[in-house]
């Protein structure tokens, strides 16, 4: 039987921090970003590997349309929620287990005046208080590295989701399984980092009652745009610094090394829920 922990205080560790969303606003003043938008928060706030271009990448995949009910699994401060409201005209539901997260998701997107279209609640991927059918898409983002029950968590997008719905992520998933270097962006120690590849990943997926629609590996590619990355800088700049904590570099200097060199790889998929 698949465990069902959580690890919801370890996570909690080490995504804490304070006054997210007031921080990012006050950097984004400072950056004259006015006014307060989706796109102009973006550089702070979408916490996966390619940002905001990740997130239209992996929506455009998907054919997300104007009205689509979303469902955004472990949303964090809700950069990507409100991206596909603004842009791609969804209402968006994000649910994400740190309580800061999703106070610091509320605040941000009253600034961006989406309340009415983006609304978030605090729960756990693995039991969400959501009926049984009711979103057309299920959608995470850098999410499951945390999550060890992963049959679990595939089972609990399924049943949320509308016949014919869509279950969209872009995740990192584990390559030749060596063991990584820590801290990487989602975990600080070994406890809270369940990477699976890609082969178990997409069994987990079929039993799930999933049909697959696309899947495509972009770890290559997201080696290339990393290493050409210039380091965020320290301070309170409008980086993801300010979500990811004065470690960043390190943190994502060892989830490049691990890309690099073949231990972690990164998928981008669709799939249907028949
Ligand atoms: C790296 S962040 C990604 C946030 C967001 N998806 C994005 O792309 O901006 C991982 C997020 O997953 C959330 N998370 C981890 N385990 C979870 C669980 N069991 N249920 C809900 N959220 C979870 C964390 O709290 C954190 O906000």
Known sequence: MAPM???????????GGKQFAERILAAAKDAGVDPITPAGLAPADEFHTGGIRSTRELAALAELSAGQSVLDVGCGIGGPARILAA?????????????????????????????ERVTFVEGNALAMPFDDGRFDVAWT???????????GFYREAARVLKPGGIFAFFDVLAGSGDPLDYPVPWADRPAIS????????????????????????????????????PPAPAGAALTLRLVMGDDMPRKTGNMLEAAR???LTYARAVCRKP
């Open 5 to 15: 922990r959580d690890h919801r205080g370890s996570i909690g560790r080490h995504y």
């Open 87 to 115: 842009e791609f005209g969804c209402s968006v539901t994000g649910i994400d287990l740190m309580p800061e997260f999703v106070r610091s998701a509320c605040v941000l997107t009253e600034a961006c005046g989406l309340s």
């Open 141 to 151: 983002q850098h999410v499951v590295m945390n999550i060890e029950d992963r049959p």
């Open 194 to 229: 369940f990477l699976y590849g890609p082969d178990e990943t997409r069994a987990f997926l079929a039993d799930a009652g999933f049909e697959l629609a696309a899947w495509e590996d972009h770890t290559e590619r997201y080696v290339n745009m990393l290493s050409a990355m």
């Open 261 to 263: 060199d073949g231990r």
